[in-house]
Nanobody
Framework: VQLQASGGGLVQAGGSLRLSCAAS????????LGWFRQAPGKEREFVAG????????NYADSVKGRFTISRDNAKNTVYLQMNSLKPEDTAVYYC????????????WGQGTQVTVSS
């Protein structure tokens, strides 16, 4: 599967953004999908993940209650709705995919920059 992330930008603290990740391939619905982010000088970290069916969702503690991950299998797209953004959410955001039996995410899209100003 090939992944293409979009929707990043500059937003003030307290604002919202919605990231999208479009996937190619007919087997999109077979993949679990995740969002990760990497801030300057920091390691990449997990943000949110959703199973192939959408029935299992999990979030990093730092974004719980503010971010929502969802997927539309008909559109081959996964979304990350980000509300109440904070300056510490500033990072390059990446979407990633894995098959149900894989522990790691071997498929990655290019990143999209999210900058939150104070």
């Amino acid at each position: 599967v090939q992944l293409q992330a979009s929707g990043g930008g500059l937003v003030q603290a307290g604002g919202s953004l919605r990231l999208s990740c479009a996937a190619s391939g007919r087997t999109f619905r077979s993949y679990g999908l995740g969002w990760f982010r990497q801030a300057p000088g920091k390691e990449r970290e997990f943000v949110a993940g959703i199973s192939w069916s959408g029935g299992s969702i999990n979030y990093a503690d730092s974004v719980k209650g503010r971010f929502t991950i969802s997927r539309d299998n008909a559109k081959n797209t996964v979304y990350l709705q980000m509300n109440s953004l904070k300056p510490e959410d500033t990072a390059v955001y990446y979407c990633a995919g894995r098959l149900s039996w894989q522990k790691e995410y071997p498929y990655w899209g290019q990143g999209t920059q999210v900058t939150v100003s104070s």
